[in-house]
């Protein structure tokens, strides 16, 4: 039902995003999904990565303060209005969606997915049959 | 003719003609058999222009008196006293003042609230605080009589700065707990001046009070009086539109420039009021028209300058801490309290015709306490409430700086990793509620900006916490 996100603090600095990324590159680790939520002082990198804990492991090493969360997804079909029809079941569920992203992966389409109700939310994907990604989907 | 030269010099100057300048015109017209009403110029010329050695023999005598009193009612200095093995008998005179032990900010903290009073709580008819460097504030008790005599002092440095019953004064220190509203209030009703007790912020309807009313004596710090100066368009006024003369200014060290600064900008004279609450509050000291030192009421307040390092009691001219034993005091007396503050004495008499001993304007502090928009701080304060919180590391930068002349603080703070998540929000709360903690622990608004961990360099010596970036005008 959930994948493993990494949260990285980003200072607002010019390069600072890249030498993240550095860190993971040189470590040979994949971004497969990312997002940045920036205010004016800092933002946090989001992403989904092939290897999370090894991924923690050597941006840690290198001084930055990461961490990892369990995030929600749900696996989209590429048909117009799909996504639109995903929120409003959640918006009938009365959950509050506090961030969200979307990814292609092969021929997947992918939606990232963070609420104010986890319980909630795992009902809303059972309860009309939405099909959750594993990160075993993400590694072929 | 004295009063004469100094007038064609403020003239040429460009200084507006005060009610008082005029009051000189008119004194000088009484010369020549014209009926008018005197401006005073001194408040109380006995003691004012009183001979040294009738003030030291006044001083001896209040301090004998003192110290047999402190020793007899306060636990805390009958200790110290017997600490350093010293007796009430030992003190004959006023030179014997540097036999006494010190007392320090810490002191009136470990005796917090009332434990240094020297009277029972029934004598006290007044209570003022300051806002302490570990939460507890700072308390100080006034008698009736300190009350009277705050504000004799305070009356004494108003004339001194031409202020008198013709004015009308805006009081723009805060009212309350903080000393500064109180204490200049009770003396400019003493001299008779039309007192609007306004309080501080609010920079519309100061200025709108200002212009309506015609205020001609400013109180408040000197900061904030730029800050006026500077939101007189926006807020459209000009200086037509006032009848400002003069500026009673203090609460915070300024420096002699921006006093030429806020009487170019205001078209006055602005004078610097010193004082503090642990030993009354504005009133301690003021400059009179010749701005040449600050004259201390010493037959109060009695000076010393002490070297920050040896304690050693300094010579006239010689820069070092200022330290005051209240002479008069009864709530809470202090035997040579250190200020911290530095500045440097000057017992010659005055052009001015006082004989009272003048103190060089504070150019800083020989400890780490900032002066905020008249507010003391430590930065031990806010370390204290971030280890309190338990949010973040201890590990702080603070920025200081001055905006339209109003000061800022901006506290940078490492981020703990384990409070790190994955919304802004968490993190926008995470700051929101170290701002709440930091504004009801020292009442001053902080913006709080989160920063990675580790990146606050850390030095091995004295930790560097505070840059401040107020210009040094």
């Known amino acids: 039902m959930t994948i493993r996100q990494l949260s990285?603090?980003?200072?607002?600095?010019?390069?600072?995003?890249?030498?993240?990324?550095?860190?993971?590159?040189?470590?040979?680790?994949?971004?497969?999904?990312?997002?940045v939520a920036d205010t004016s002082d800092y933002g946090i990198l989001r992403a989904i990565v092939s290897d999370p804990e090894k991924a923690l492991e050597v941006l840690r090493a290198e001084q930055f303060s990461v961490r990892i969360h369990d995030i929600l997804s749900v696996e989209m079909s590429a048909v117009p209005g799909t996504m639109s029809h995903i929120l409003d079941l959640f918006a009938a569920a009365d959950i509050c969606i506090e961030y969200v992203y979307a990814f292609s992966f092969g021929s997947k389409s992918i939606l990232i997915l963070r609420t104010d109700n986890r319980e909630k939310s795992i009902e809303v994907i059972k309860a009309n049959n939405l099909k959750s990604i594993s990160e075993a989907d993400l590694r072929q | 003719m004295n009063d004469e030269s100094r007038l064609k010099r403020q003239e040429a100057r460009g200084i507006k003609k005060s009610s008082r300048l005029l009051a000189i015109e008119l004194n000088a017209g009484l010369k020549n058999n014209i009926a008018v009403t005197k401006q005073k110029l001194f408040w109380n010329k006995k003691t004012e222009c009183m001979n040294r050695k009738d003030m030291r023999a006044i001083q001896s005598e209040r301090l004998i008196k003192l110290v047999q009193h402190v020793y007899n009612n306060v636990p805390f200095y009958r200790k110290r006293m017997n600490d350093v093995g010293v007796k009430p008998s030992?003190?004959?005179?006023?030179?014997?003042?540097?036999?006494?032990?010190?007392?320090?900010?810490?002191?009136?903290?470990?005796?917090?609230?009332?434990?240094?009073?020297?009277?029972?709580?029934?004598?006290?008819?007044?209570?003022?605080?300051?806002?302490?460097?570990?939460?507890?504030?700072?308390?100080?008790?006034?008698?009736?009589?300190?009350?009277?005599?705050?504000?004799?002092?305070?009356?004494?440095?108003?004339?001194?700065?031409?202020?008198?019953?013709?004015?009308?004064?805006?009081?723009?220190?805060?009212?309350?707990?903080?000393?500064?509203?109180?204490?200049?209030?009770?003396?400019?009703?003493?001299?008779?001046?039309?007192?609007?007790?306004?309080?501080?912020?609010?920079?519309?309807?100061?200025?709108?009070?200002?212009?309506?009313?015609?205020?001609?004596?400013?109180?408040?710090?000197?900061?904030?009086?730029?800050?006026?100066?500077?939101?007189?368009?926006?807020?459209?006024?000009?200086?037509?539109?006032?009848?400002?003369?003069?500026?009673?200014?203090?609460?915070?060290?300024?420096?002699?420039?921006?006093?030429?600064?806020?009487?170019?900008?205001?078209?006055?004279?602005?004078?610097?009021?010193?004082?503090?609450?642990?030993?009354?509050?504005?009133?301690?000291?003021?400059?009179?028209?010749?701005?040449?030192?600050?004259?201390?009421?010493?037959?109060?307040?009695?000076?010393?300058?002490?070297?920050?390092?040896?304690?050693?009691?300094?010579?006239?001219?010689?820069?070092?801490?200022?330290?005051?034993?209240?002479?008069?005091?009864?709530?809470?007396?202090l035997l040579r309290y250190n200020t911290h503050d530095l500045s440097t004495l000057n017992h010659e008499p005055c052009k001015c015709g006082r004989t009272s001993v003048r103190m060089k304007k504070i150019t800083g502090r020989s400890d780490d306490m900032l002066i905020?928009?008249?507010?003391?701080?430590?930065?031990?304060?806010?370390?204290?409430?971030?280890?309190?919180?338990?949010?973040?590391?201890?590990?702080?930068?603070?920025?200081?700086?001055?905006?339209?002349?109003?000061?800022?603080?901006?506290?940078?703070?490492?981020l703990d990793e384990s409070k790190l998540t994955d919304t802004i929000r968490d993190l926008q709360n995470l700051s929101r509620k170290i701002e709440h903690a930091?504004?009801?622990?020292?009442?001053?608004?902080?913006?709080?900006?989160?920063?990675?961990?580790k990146t606050i360099p850390r030095s091995e010596g004295k930790a560097v916490r505070v840059v401040d970036n107020r210009r040094n005008s």
């Open chain 2, 90 to 333: 030992d003190i004959l005179s006023i030179d014997d003042i540097v036999k006494l032990p010190f007392t320090y900010k810490t002191d009136l903290r470990d005796n917090y609230p009332f434990n240094l009073f020297a009277v029972p709580m029934r004598e006290i008819v007044r209570v003022h605080a300051s806002s302490g460097t570990t939460g507890k504030p700072t308390t100080v008790g006034y008698t009736k009589t300190d009350i009277e005599n705050w504000k004799e002092v305070v009356a004494r440095c108003l004339t001194m700065a031409g202020v008198g019953k013709e004015d009308i004064m805006q009081i723009s220190y805060g009212y309350g707990l903080f000393t500064g509203g109180l204490g200049v209030h009770y003396g400019a009703e003493a001299v008779g001046c039309s007192v609007i007790p306004i309080s501080g912020g609010n920079t519309r309807r100061q200025l709108q009070l200002m212009s309506d009313f015609g205020s001609t004596v400013l109180a408040c710090t000197p900061s904030y009086a730029l800050h006026l100066a500077d939101a007189l368009s926006e807020n459209g006024y000009s200086l037509k539109d006032m009848k400002l003369t003069t500026g009673i200014f203090g609460a915070e060290p300024w420096t002699e420039n921006m006093r030429l600064e806020l009487e170019k900008k205001w078209g006055i004279r602005a004078h610097d009021i010193y004082g503090l609450s642990e030993i009354m509050g504005p009133g301690v000291a003021t400059d009179c028209v010749h701005h040449c030192g600050l004259h201390v009421h010493e037959d109060h307040f009695f000076p010393e300058i002490v070297h920050p390092d040896t304690n050693k009691p300094l010579a006239d001219g010689a820069e070092g801490e200022l330290v005051f034993t209240t002479l008069t005091k009864e709530g809470i007396p």
């Open chain 2, 438 to 453: 930091l504004n009801s622990a020292i009442g001053l608004h902080v913006k709080v900006t989160l920063v990675e961990p």
């Open chain 1, 8 to 35: 990285v603090f980003l200072e607002n600095k010019t390069g600072y995003l890249n030498q993240v990324l550095a860190v993971l590159a040189k470590h040979n680790i994949n971004i497969i999904a990312l997002t």
């Open chain 2, 372 to 414: 905020i928009r008249g507010v003391n701080l430590f930065p031990s304060q806010i370390e204290h409430v971030l280890l309190e919180l338990g949010e973040t590391s201890a590990h702080y930068l603070l920025y200081v700086d001055r905006q339209n002349n109003l000061d800022t603080l901006e506290l940078k703070v490492e």
